[in-house]
């Protein structure tokens, strides 16, 4: 059978997570489950998708995700839909078009019934059909689209890379949609000589940090971080609070050669 991953806003306060936890353990006792994270903030889709696509390749093809963000959405579709390889179960709310470049390769609507709970009552038992080996055309009805959202692109010339942050992430650190390919294809198009300073708030940097450690404590860092996102923060401090920033507020890349 394969993973199964479950990512939801619910908390951990309550009994959310455990009930669709024992919906598939029922069926299933042996059914491996792997928590994602149950804090993402509520009904939040933006954050959703940043958590998401910075993890979910790192697991096995075939796994199955249950995506249980803003899942009280009335009488929004339930979808399965495959995306690289993978299987995602959950809403018809646009985060499945924010996770990856790649369309799916195949999407199905599923039966959502008059479930108050739809996560426990839909997503878990489609989870638990598809991590045994079901096709999406068993599990719900085949369709050709599902609701599209468009992240905030970058602007990119050779001057200057205009992006955004796009989520701050549980230490307060500022996560942006600037990544490393476009900042080296600049660097790269620019020549050696070429210098650069990086904007966001009333701060401006000269360079990259390689770890963030590499200030001291209090202090303010920038470095792409292991997805490969421009990230800004501070050394044991809590950079959105103190340099007044957070989503989608502008950060800037100015180059200039000698």
Not at 118 to 129: C, N, T
Not at 134 to 155: I, N
């Amino acid at each position: 059978m394969a993973l199964i991953t479950f990512m939801s806003d619910f908390g951990t306060v309550d009994h959310y997570v455990a009930a669709v936890k024992a919906a598939i353990v029922s069926e299933s006792p042996n059914q491996p489950v792997t928590d994602i994270t149950h804090d993402i903030r509520p009904f939040d889709i933006s954050h959703a998708a940043n958590v998401l696509r910075n993890v979910y390749k790192d697991f096995p093809e075939k796994t199955v995700h249950i995506v249980a963000v803003d899942a009280m959405r009335g009488k929004s579709k339930a979808l399965a839909v495959e995306i690289d390889g993978h299987l995602f179960v959950g809403f018809d709310s646009g985060i499945f078009s924010l996770i990856s470049e790649k369309k799916p390769e195949a999407i199905a609507v599923l039966e959502n019934g008059q479930s108050t709970f739809p996560a426990k009552d839909v997503l878990a038992k489609v989870a638990l059909r598809l991590a045994n080996g079901k096709s999406l055309k068993d599990v719900g009805e085949m369709a050709d689209s599902m609701t599209e959202l468009y992240a905030r692109q970058l602007k990119v010339t050779k001057r200057e890379i205009a992006g955004h942050i796009v989520t701050v992430d549980h230490y307060g650190n500022l996560i942006t949609n600037i990544n490393k390919t476009a900042f080296d294809k600049i660097l790269e198009i620019n020549g050696a000589g070429v210098r650069y300073a990086i904007r966001f708030g009333r701060e401006q940097f000269q360079g990259l940090h390689s770890y963030f450690s590499d200030v001291e404590s209090g202090d303010c860092y920038v470095m792409f971080n292991s997805s490969g996102q421009l990230q800004i923060g501070i050394n044991k401090g809590n950079a959105s609070e103190l340099l007044g920033l957070s989503v989608d507020s502008p950060v800037l890349i100015e180059f200039a050669n000698d």
